[in-house]
């Protein structure tokens, strides 16, 4: 089945600094969304982002299908945006069903 | 704007017992989701929903079973629970095809622990 890797594993940021997040994916997708996890738990979808760019406020993100990645930025980082953000994408359009990948957890320090 | 309801949050079974989670939206979203989290890992998907009545499997569907009597609601099931099944659940919503975004609403989990 299709693969999702995301990179890096692991990341500590100290507030006010910028980084990039990667999803690779193994084969072709219809739909790849983004995750936010808090520490309490909750899942907050991101961004719903097949192809192209899209932006919100202090995240970006951007999907080049044609080449099997998206990536992830967040700038100005703030501590509450410690986590874990997954990626996930659904090969199959009409039923959506989403591969998440591992992670990346993030911690921003203060 | 309550999205997408899942009870119970917590639970403790013991093995053999048996239990229902219950997802509740009301968003009129067509498709459902049921997926478990397991520490350190990414989510993975039980069983899902394309609409009222139909359920289909996912990546990890055994040990469990599902219903969808009502559009808004989706029913997961343990009939004997099993230590295996600790994990923490997680319910989603979708639109059905032709809305443009795809994009997942969660619930915000039922954490279980079978002992």
């Known amino acids: 089945g299709i693969q999702v890797e995301q990179s890096p594993p692991d990341l500590i940021l100290q507030e006010g600094a910028n980084s990039t997040l990667r999803c690779n994916f193994s084969d072709s997708v219809n739909n790849l969304q983004w995750f936010h996890q808090n520490p309490w738990g909750q899942l907050i979808n991101l961004f719903y982002?097949?192809?192209g760019t899209k932006q919100n406020g202090r995240l970006s993100a951007t999907t080049v299908a044609t080449e099997r990645y998206s990536l992830l930025y967040i700038s100005s980082s703030q501590t509450t945006d410690s986590g874990v953000y997954f990626c996930a994408v659904s090969l199959t359009s009409g039923t959506y069903k989403y591969i998440f990948g591992t992670g990346t957890r993030l911690k921003v320090l203060a | 704007n309550a999205g997408v309801t899942q009870t119970p949050k917590f639970r403790v079974l013991k093995t053999g017992q048996s239990m229902t989670l219950l997802c509740a939206q009301d968003m009129n979203h067509e498709y459902m989701y049921w997926y478990r989290q397991d520490p350190g890992m990414g989510l993975r998907l039980i069983h899902y929903s394309v609409g009222e009545g139909t359920t289909a499997k996912g990546e990890v569907p055994d040990g469990y079973n599902v219903s969808r009597l009502k559009k808004q609601n989706f029913l997961l099931g343990l009939e004997s629970a099993a230590p295996s099944q600790t994990s923490v659940y997680f319910c989603a919503s979708s639109t059905g095809t032709g809305s443009g975004n795809y994009g997942y609403t969660f619930g915000s989990g039922t954490r279980l622990t079978v002992v």
């Open positions: 982002i097949p192809s």
